[in-house]
């Protein structure tokens, strides 16, 4: 009775520290990775879709298989996307390392990658699919559903407690934290040298140590964002779900930042007028592309 107590307790509290800060995302949780304190939760148990924030349990399933990262994948038509006709700088038909279609799909996010994954799993799709559950369960994720490897199915969804954990999980891999965050990769297709980059902008900015991110968008998700940091000397995950402009998820990562540095003489930043005019004559750009 005690310990559910204070675990309410805490959670109040970090609800009403979450009120004072300006949140554009629907859910949000913040945890301190040496403890495990939540320090900021809002709607934190809201079961939502999850859009790309999927692509890190693809890349641990698909690591956790152990195949050769240096086999050639060729990209095929099944892995276009047929469900929001997502835009792809990967063509079908390029052959590209394993390796380098997982840092597609984790650093730029590219579907047509996530699915090539999938589809090349050892026993093909529902092989990979019932590998995704294994690992659902394995971690505890008990208000996790996953049931394609790209997050373009609103049916992929889950809570911000539970992506907490993922994170974590997810944390674990090098090769995860090293594709994350890098700012970009150069990558050869056809025989071609082509530049990506990753879809988290905070990643390589000014100010920020990053250790781990992931993007996600669809309509149904709104923008979302795990990340893990580091600031004021402490190491801290970070979900947000369904910010309804990039700018909002943007915003709402800097005042978390701004939070956990105990900057009380600044004001929390609001998005401008501006950005949110800007962010409205995208709309369509942005229903078509999911990262």
Known sequence: MIKKTLAALVLAMSSAAAMAVPFGSQSVLVVDDATGKILLEKNANTVVPIASLTKLMTAMVVLDSKQDMDEPISIDREDVDRLKHSTSRVPVGATISRADVLQLALMSSDNRAAASLARTFPGGAPAFKAAVNAKIRALGLHQTRIEEPTGLSPNNTSTAADLVKMAAAAAKYPAITRMTTDTKDTIKINGRKVEYHNTNRLVGAKGWDIGMSKTGYTEEAGRCLIMRMTSAG??????????????????????????????????????????????????????????
């Open 234 to 291: 402490k190491n801290t995950t970070l979900v947000l779900l369904n910010a309804k402009a990039n700018s909002a998820r943007i915003m709402d990562a800097l005042n978390i930042r701004r939070f956990i540095a105990g900057d009380d003489g600044k004001k929390p930043v609001a998005a401008k007028a501006s950005t949110r005019k800007k962010a409205a004559v995208r709309k369509t750009e942005r229903r078509r592309r999911a990262n």
